[in-house]
């Protein structure tokens, strides 16, 4: 029997929201990220969807969902700060700021007790991070999405990455980390059959990690 690719997975989740600058490596490091269901890139804080209101208001955002069961939102804070150019990005435009919107009050603590964290290991210069209510998202164009998985074309199209799985499709935003450099090798073999890939497609991909 032909393998299914995972697309969907009906576990239940929970979001979080992170601008980190531009988005395209975020969607990378938090695909490849154990208990990450699915991620999608947008902005948030905008009031209409036109393409130049989006860039003219906006922040660029990834969107996660996680298990709960198998990462944290302490983990997820964890490798915001660890991965984020928070002091750079301060000071560029609204666009590329650096923010943690948070979806539930235990969200929003967690959030101001990291940043306390990081402020005390960084000294005396003060983190502009902003710690907001998340806004409504609105997803980026489809060209943005998974941005390193779609420049292997013959993957995505075996896939069958519609627009809309490009979104919310588990084994892309998985690909899309791996095929970034990320999560690596012993991570990759270990989940490669449970994420539905072909034996051309978990070649690939170990060739590409190796």
Known sequence: MQKQPLHHVDTPYEKATFGMGCYWAPDSLF???KGVLRTCVGYAG???ETQSDIQEDLTEVIEIHYDPEKITYSDLLELFWNNS????VAKLKREYMSVIMYHNEEQRQS???????RQAKDGDELIA??????????????HNQKYRLQGHVDI?????LTPDLLMTSHVAARLNGYLAGLGGLEQFEAEADYLGLTEAQIQYVKNYLS
């Open 31 to 33: 695909g490849a990220t």
């Open 46 to 48: 905008v009031t209409t």
């Open 85 to 88: 150019e928070y002091r750079v």
């Open 111 to 117: 959030a101001e007790i990291s940043k306390a964290i």
């Open 129 to 142: 991070t902003e710690i907001v209510p998340a806004s409504e998202f609105h997803p980026a164009q489809s």
């Open 156 to 160: 995505t199209q075996g896939l069958g």
